[in-house]
C-alpha cells in the first residue's frame, strides 16, 4: 500500500494548481483559491455574478485538479427535467417493475459538477439536490446510492430571495462574487489570446490530487487545534453579526472551521490564527454587498490593519517648524543701525554700472553676510537646548509609537508569508495599512530632525547666561 505525502508536502502542487487555475482568468485569484480550497474540504461554492465572468471555466479546470473526478455541467432552468440532471430511466430495470436511472455520465457520478442558474430548477430537482450535496447520496429506485461528488460549483445572477430555497442556499458554505475586470485590468483582458484564455496555454499542469492524498490532508486538518486567538475572532464576529441580525446556523460556524482547518492542515500548521478569519466574508455573507462590511470588520476591527492618522504628532511639528522659523528670522533688538548699513550694502550690491568689477562685489557680499548675521537675533545656550530637548521629546514619542507597529508589520508578512490560500492582493492591502502608518511617522521624524537641526544651528549669544535658572518659589 502507498503511504501518501505528509499533506503539507502537498504544497508545492497546491501551490501550481493555483497557478494554472488562475492562469489567464484575470482578477480571479480569490475565485480560484476558494474555489479549491472548498472542493479539497468537500465544501461546495457558489459563485454569484452576471454571465461571462469565467465561472464555468473555472469549474471545468477545477476538475481537472482531482484525479478520476468526473466532470458535469448544466445549464437549469425551470423546464428541466431530472433525467437531465440524473439520467433516463433504465428500460430493463422498468420491465422487471423497478424504478432506476442510468447514472453513468450524469450528476450522480462525478465529481465536479457545475450547476449553471442553480436557483432556477423546479421544487423536484431542488430536492433531489438537497440531498446530494448535503449528504453525497441519491435515490435510485429502492436503492441509496453512494456518490464520489467532490464538490459542486453554483452559479446564479443573484441570491435567492424565496425563503423556500433558502436550505438549498445555505448548502454552499462559500458564496463568492464575481464581477467583470475591472478599468485597470481591461486592457489584459483584450490582450489575451484563446489559448491562454481558455488555459490550453498554462504551463503544464501538476499531477492531479488523489483520493488517498485528500484523505491524508482530512486526518491532518482534523488534528489542526482551532487555537485562543480564532476562537475569539469567531465569537467576536458572532456578536458582530448578531448586532446585524445576520444569522450564521451552527452548521455554518462548524462547516468554516472544518474549512479553516484544511487550509492550516495543508500549510503545514497545527493551530488556527487570526488571520485564519480572511474567509469569513465568503461564509458569513448572505448578500454579495454583505462581503465588504465583513472585510471591513476582518481588516479594521480585528486585524487593527488599516492606516492610522497622527494628527496631535503632526500638529505638534507644525508647531515646532513655524517656531523654528520665527526665532531663526527674529532681529536683534538693537540693529537699527546695521540695518541701514546693510540696505546701502545691498543698493551697492545691485549695481550702478561702475567699474570695480567681481572684486568689489564679492568684498559687498561679504559684508552684506556679516551685517546680516549681527541682525539676527541670537539665543543663549539654555534656550536652544530647551527647544532641543523639546523637540527630542517629540522625537521619543514617535519613535514610541512606531515600534508596535513595526513590529506588528514585520510578524504580519512573516505569516502571510506561509500563506498559500491567502490572495495576494488581500495580503498587500493588509501590509498597506500599516506601511502607511510608518511611512507617516517616519516622515513625521524627518521633519522634526530637520527642525531639530535648525533650532541647533541658531546663533548663540555667549553673553548671555549659559545656566539654568533656579525655579521661582512662590510663597504661599
Not at 476591527?301 to 492610522?308: G, K, P, Q, V, Y
Amino acid at each position: 500500500m502507498t503511504v501518501p505525502n505528509p499533506p503539507h508536502a502537498l504544497r508545492p502542487r497546491l501551490s501550481a494548481w493555483l497557478a494554472t487555475l488562475e492562469a489567464g482568468l484575470l482578477e480571479r485569484s480569490s475565485a480560484v483559491r476558494l474555489a479549491l480550497l472548498a472542493a479539497l474540504a468537500g465544501e461546495h461554492v457558489l459563485l454569484i455574478g452576471p454571465p461571462g465572468t469565467a465561472k464555468s471555466e473555472l469549474a471545468r479546470r477545477l476538475h481537472r485538479a482531482f484525479d478520476g473526478a468526473g466532470y458535469f455541467e448544466r445549464l437549469l432552468t425551470r423546464f428541466s427535467t431530472p433525467e437531465e440532471l440524473f439520467g433516463p430511466l433504465s428500460l430493463k430495470a422498468l420491465e422487471d417493475d423497478r424504478y432506476e436511472r442510468l447514472t453513468t455520465g450524469f450528476l450522480p457520478t462525478a465529481g465536479i459538477a457545475f450547476l449553471d442558474e442553480v436557483f432556477k430548477a423546479n421544487s423536484a430537482i431542488l430536492n433531489a439536490l438537497l440531498t446530494l450535496l448535503n449528504e453525497r447520496e441519491f435515490d435510485n429506485g429502492s436503492g441509496r446510492l453512494r456518490t464520489p461528488l467532490v464538490s459542486v460549483i453554483g452559479a446564479s445572477n443573484e441570491v435567492p430571495a424565496d425563503e423556500a430555497l433558502q436550505a438549498f442556499f445555505d448548502r454552499f458554505l462559500l458564496r463568492v462574487p464575481v464581477a467583470p475586470v475591472s478599468d485597470a485590468a481591461f486592457s489584459a483582458l483584450l490582450g489575451l489570446g484563446e489559448a491562454t484564455a481558455s488555459g490550453d496555454g498554462a504551463a503544464a499542469a501538476p499531477a492531479p490530487i488523489g483520493p488517498a492524498e485528500r484523505t491524508a490532508l482530512q486526518a491532518a486538518a482534523d488534528r489542526v487545534r482551532l487555537g485562543d486567538a480564532a476562537l475569539q475572532g469567531c465569537s467576536a464576529l458572532r456578536g458582530w453579526l448578531a448586532a446585524r441580525q445576520w444569522p450564521v446556523s451552527d452548521r455554518r460556524w462548524r462547516q468554516w472551521v472544518g474549512l479553516m482547518r484544511v487550509a492550516a492542515g495543508s500549510e503545514g500548521r497545527e493551530e488556527l490564527d487570526a488571520l485564519d478569519l480572511w474567509l469569513a466574508p465568503y461564509v458569513v455573507s448572505g448578500r454579495p454587498e454583505q462581503v465588504g462590511e465583513v472585510q471591513q470588520w476582518f481588516e479594521a476591527e480585528w486585524l487593527d490593519c488599516t492606516a492610522r492618522e497622527a494628527p496631535w504628532l503632526e500638529r505638534a511639528v507644525q508647531t515646532f517648524e513655524q517656531q523654528l522659523q520665527l526665532e531663526a528670522s527674529a532681529q536683534a533688538d538693537e540693529s537699527d543701525d546695521a540695518a541701514g548699513k546693510l540696505a546701502l550694502a545691498r543698493a551697492l550690491r545691485r549695481g550702478d554700472g561702475s567699474e570695480g568689477g567681481s572684486q568689489d562685489d564679492g568684498m559687498l557680499r561679504i559684508v552684506s553676510a556679516r551685517l546680516e548675521e549681527q541682525m539676527r537675533r541670537h539665543w543663549s545656550c539654555v534656550h536652544i537646548a530647551a527647544r532641543l530637548a523639546q523637540v527630542d521629546e517629540i522625537l521619543a514619542h514617535i519613535a514610541r509609537e512606531r515600534a508596535p507597529i513595526a513590529e506588528q508589520a514585520a510578524g504580519l508578512a512573516a505569516r502571510l508569508a506561509q500563506r498559500l490560500w491567502l490572495p495576494p492582493e488581500l495580503g498587500q492591502r493588509l501590509q498597506a495599512g500599516p506601511a502607511a502608518t510608518l511611512a507617516l511617522l517616519d516622515s513625521l521624524a524627518a521633519r522634526l530632525q530637520a527642525t531639530r537641526a535648525g533650532f541647533a544651528a541658531l546663533p548663540v549669544d555667549e553673553a548671555l547666561p549659559a545656566a539654568v535658572p533656579e525655579p521661582v518659589t512662590v510663597p504661599a
